[in-house]
T-cell receptor
Framework: AQSVTQPDIHITVSEGASLELRCNYSYGATPYLFWYVQSPGQGLQLLLKYFSGDTLVQGIKGFEAEFKRSQSSFNLRKPSVHWSDAAEYFCAVYSWGKLQFGAGTQVVVTP | EAQVTQNPRYLITVTGKKLTVTCSQNMNHEYMSWYRQDPGLGLRQIYYSMNVEVTDKGDVPEGYKVSRKEKRNFPLILESPSPNQTSLYFC?????????????FGPGTRLTVT
């Protein structure tokens, strides 16, 4: 069965610093992979997705993610975080009609 | 405006009292889905629907029912709610998830069962 692991439950980062959120998946074939962001009290918004082609994917709000098949990873990065990036981030993998989410990483941005 | 709407946004109810959470999308999407979000567990899929009259179980379907009689609507029914169904519920829709199309999420319904 497929699974998605986000090893970091909580990350604190200073404004202007770089951010990397980890995501590991377990899946037999090449998966469809997604990163979503949930701001406080809001629904989920898609940041970016990967399902084929270039393994470095650009998304909205200055985020990017890199698919590494050998490591079964799809880590999310941002070179310089803004206070508005404080939110919860979810990695997800699609297969057979289902979208499986990781448990999420809460990002806190300090001044 | 393209959107997914859910009603109600907040609901407090008692154990055993049947309730329905409505979900509607105006994007003519084929795929619709319900999730519940609990702290430390992320989002877990309850039910999904690939098209009208086609529904299937997700990972946590017990205690829930759905129907898809028309393309735009996908209500979630709790026949006999229990306290362990206290959660934040999201409805989502997508043009075609099999091609990696984006899922659009509703604003969420916070349900408390006492």
């Amino acid at each position: 069965a497929q699974s998605v692991t986000q090893p970091d439950i909580h990350i604190t980062v200073s404004e202007g610093a770089s951010l990397e959120l980890r995501c590991n998946y377990s899946y037999g074939a090449t998966p469809y992979l997604f990163w979503y962001v949930q701001s406080p009290g809001q629904g989920l918004q898609l940041l970016l997705k990967y399902f084929s082609g270039d393994t470095l994917v650009q998304g909205i709000k200055g985020f990017e993610a890199e698919f590494k098949r050998s490591q079964s990873s799809f880590n999310l990065r941002k070179p310089s975080v803004h206070w508005s990036d404080a939110a919860e981030y979810f990695c997800a993998v699609y297969s057979w009609g289902k979208l499986q989410f990781g448990a999420g990483t809460q990002v806190v941005v300090t001044p | 405006e393209a959107q997914v709407t859910q009603n109600p946004r907040y609901l407090i109810t008692v154990t055993g009292k049947k309730l329905t959470v409505t979900c509607s999308q105006n994007m003519n999407h084929e795929y619709m889905s319900w999730y519940r979000q609990d702290p430390g567990l992320g989002l877990r899929q309850i039910y999904y629907s690939m098209n009208v009259e086609v529904t299937d179980k997700g990972d946590v379907p017990e205690g829930y029912k759905v129907s898809r009689k028309e393309k735009r609507n996908f209500p979630l029914i709790l026949e006999s709610p229990s306290p362990n169904q206290t959660s934040l519920y999201f409805c989502a829709s997508s043009e075609d998830l099999t091609d990696g199309y984006e899922q659009y999420f509703g604003p969420g319904t916070r349900l408390t069962v006492t």
